[in-house]
């Protein structure tokens, strides 16, 4: 694969390599580079061993679709932090909070009184004549007024200031169990760097999400707890460890379909003392899933009249449902004149100038350029149907502008852009290796709450730029220091 | 508690506590079968262990020849058999992963580590020494897991669950054990308690680890109704009938005062526990020993299927 100039998070380019050196490094990594200096390979290579014997152990694994021969396994675990500093986050968070502020007010919005189709700012049909686009949701307000609860907004990095937003994630993100996890074993693993740096604490995710999730519960009452449940597929689906992780942490009830049922439009859930009234579902199950009566009809993962309930206003959906219309990849690329519509701003967090091939100008240039472009479904997720134009061969490239002459209105293209790369742990030492940043923002009707950090996924694969997990690609504690 | 998660626990505690079983059973018999004759080193002692476990029929099913090699793997690692050590601890591990909230940190990682070891002998047996590894192996993993459970769990719906499944399954193992020693593996004229079976005796004790346990209770040489005794009214061995109805009855209280209701299971319970506790053993040999004990086996089972209906499993 033939490597992009990138730019190295700890030294600033890429143009030498030895993590040993002192040398140029950014005032962020002076200690992370002295640990790796003081650090010979084979303590390196102990603590990767130690760190995936312990993943392995507490059976932090997630399944591959399609995959017989390896049901479960583990993320590569990358021991080597990836570091931000103070001021660098503050303005991510801003630009984070503006941004989902703008997602929750575009959901309102095209659900409602439809101003920015109106408007003119985005064509109507885009999102109306969109699958993603929920027609039962039409003329509805969730409880609380918020629509993404859970947001989880990629990031990606090409110098010094720059950042960029790839993806919103605004159905059901996953990968915050990572998070928290990596930092957990980061602490047994090298305590004494957390003496020498001081690293801002992610460990309150799961307060601030039980709180954001209560925040929005359909009934108030005065002295008790609302009840919030987790909805997972079940333990066959790739994020299951991620569902009961969380449902831990919270200690809140890990529910499948089978366990809810509905009666007189509220939700109860099968318990051995009898009915319990359900208010708030953390549902880690799409749409489609969620109600047979509604959705797809087949569906055994769902609970029937669950959408009825949802309608009365009996019970809140977190994230509420048809927010798959903001996270569209053919609406992102309008995000920058959302954001300026709802939030009378400019966007303090930048666009990846995007194509869209529904277009015919747009389309005939990607068309024309697709060896260098990065090719997306609109709908598309976790780096599946996706082509990256300088790592394809030219039969793949072929066949993809034949699917994407077919259904042009299907894609997106962007630059493929020089993502940053951070000291990572191979087996030949440290090496470069792209990164990205997925931190996770939590909206309830009583404000936003951003943990500081997120997940950074990093290509284990030299020059890859594919982070996703479901294609290999690891993850890192992320690190939010006061430099 | 969801009802589903409650139902899952009761299984993990039966599974766990049928692979521990048919560890120490395959340890036993191996002891057994290893004697000479002459010592009652007996030519059926796979079968009776076999009968024991309750796999007569799915082993025969198999067309295998009972002998050492196929009865052992049978028992532990074939994966069809979903009896089998293997099979109890994926499933144990399996549905304490559906569960995993109502496990603690530590209980659940003494279950993973349990399948994960376990699941590298593959599904056959390489050799004797390769068996007697993952017995001990099952032995210490299943001890963890109560022992990480023990020290970690809340007192509440999950730790209940987890021992009524545990103690319904053992009182079961014992029953049958004690049924299938005393009417399978003695042959028909050798009287009950002839001085040949000494041996036949001590591999029931050691089935249920209670070798020395016998010598501290009774003070006495191993003797067929003593053993007897241990096993189904002597309240201080914990594999015994009795013992097992003490804590089956104890877990529904607690649960009950949790939920504050009754129903079916209790009064099956009860009216069992009160069997054992006003029995004696020799009332039971005039009943007939196979009759109650199949009797007991029937009811056990029908007090399992009471709990999972009560309880909406």
Known sequence: MQALPAFDEMFGTGEFYDPRSPEGVTAAYRAIRQWLADSPHELMAARRAQAELFFRRIGITFAVYGDAQ????????????????????????????????????????????????KAGIIPAELVLMNPAYCLHMVGRRPPGGVWVHIAGIDLVRTGPDDFFVLEDNARTPSGVSYMLENREVMLKLVPDLFDQVKVAPVETYPEKLLETLASVSPRKQRGSHPTCVLLTPGQYNSAFYEHSFLAD???????????????????????????????????????????????????????????????????????AVGTGIADDKAIYSYMPEIVRFYMGEEPILANVPTWRCREAESLMYVLDHLPELVVKEVDGSGGYGMLVGPHASKTTIAAFAAKLKANPEKFIAQPTLALSTCPTATDGGI???????RPFVLTGSDGVRIIPGGLTRVAMTAGSLVVNSSQGGGTKDTWIIDA | MLS??????????????????????????????ALPSSYGGASNAWESALAAACQIEAFAAT?????EHEVTEFLTLNAGNSSSIRSCLESARSNARAVRTALTEEAWEAINTAWLEVSRYGTHLSSRETLAQMIEYVKHAVAAFDGAANRTMLRGDAFWFLNLGAAIERADNSARLLDVKYHLLLPRDEPV????????????????SAMTAYRWVYNDSVKPWLVADLLIVNRQLPRSLAACYDEILRHLDLLASNSGRRGPAHRLATAGHAKLAGGNIDAIFAFGLHEFLTQFIIDNNRLGEAIAEQYLF
């Open chain 1, 70 to 117: 390896a049901t479960e396994r583990l993320i590569p675990f990358d021991i080597v932090p990836r570091i931000i500093t103070r001021p660098e986050w503050q303005r991510l968070e801003q630009g984070l909070k503006q941004r989902v502020a703008a997602l929750n007010m575009f959901l309102a919005d095209v659900y409602g009184p439809q101003d920015i189709l």
């Open chain 1, 249 to 319: 942490k919270l200690g809140i009830e890990l529910v499948e379909g089978s366990d809810l049922f509905v009666r007189d439009d509220i939700v109860f859930m099968r318990t051995t003392e009898g009915p319990q009234r359900v208010d708030v579902i953390y549902r880690r199950l799409d749409d489609d899933y969620i109600d047979p009566l509604v959705f797809e009809p087949s569906s055994m993962l769902g609970v029937p009249g669950l959408m009825s309930a949802y309608a009365a206003g009996n019970v809140t959906l977190a994230n």
């Open chain 1, 431 to 437: 090496a470069a290796r792209h990164v990205d940043l």
């Open chain 2, 4 to 33: 589903r998660t409650a139902g899952n626990l009761y299984w993990i505690g039966r599974y766990l506590e049928r692979a521990d079983f048919s560890a120490r059973l395959i340890e036993a018999t191996q002891r057994l079968a």
């Open chain 2, 63 to 67: 067309g295998m020849a009972v002998d």
């Open chain 2, 193 to 208: 308690g002839g001085s040949l079976d000494y041996f036949q005796w001590t591999t029931i004790l050691r089935t249920v």
